[in-house]
């Protein structure tokens, strides 16, 4: 709950990461309610698809220019936060696990 309430209150998530296998804290992010700037890596654009702002985590230019277009626009915001909402829903556990069993050998 702890967790929930800061997304929550929070403008906005930054996750630059340079290296990501899934993307766990961004769909945590999204289903909370919580607007991203991520990195511009395969992983992300995978798991987080349009529901996110871009930015290049090699280049800090890129970053600052992410941080000031998430503060200077609420509108962006609130549009991520719609986004993330139908995003974070392809990933539930109960489709990971149907999926699962789908691909398992019989």
Do not use: H
Request: one cysteine or more; aromatic letters at 12%.
């Amino acid at each position: 709950e702890e967790l929930k309430r800061y997304y929550r209150q929070a403008m906005f998530f930054l996750y630059p990461s340079l290296y990501e296998g899934f993307g766990i804290p961004p769909l945590e992010a999204m289903a909370n309610g919580c607007s991203i700037l991520a990195a511009d890596i395969e992983p992300l654009r995978e798991v987080c698809g349009s529901a996110v702002e871009y930015c290049n985590p090699y280049e800090t230019l890129s970053i600052v220019e992410g941080i000031r277009r998430m503060i200077e626009n609420p509108e962006l915001r609130n549009a991520l936060v719609r986004k993330g909402y139908e995003q974070e829903k392809l990933y539930s556990w109960d489709l990971s696990v149907q999926k699962l069993k789908e691909n398992l050998p019989e």
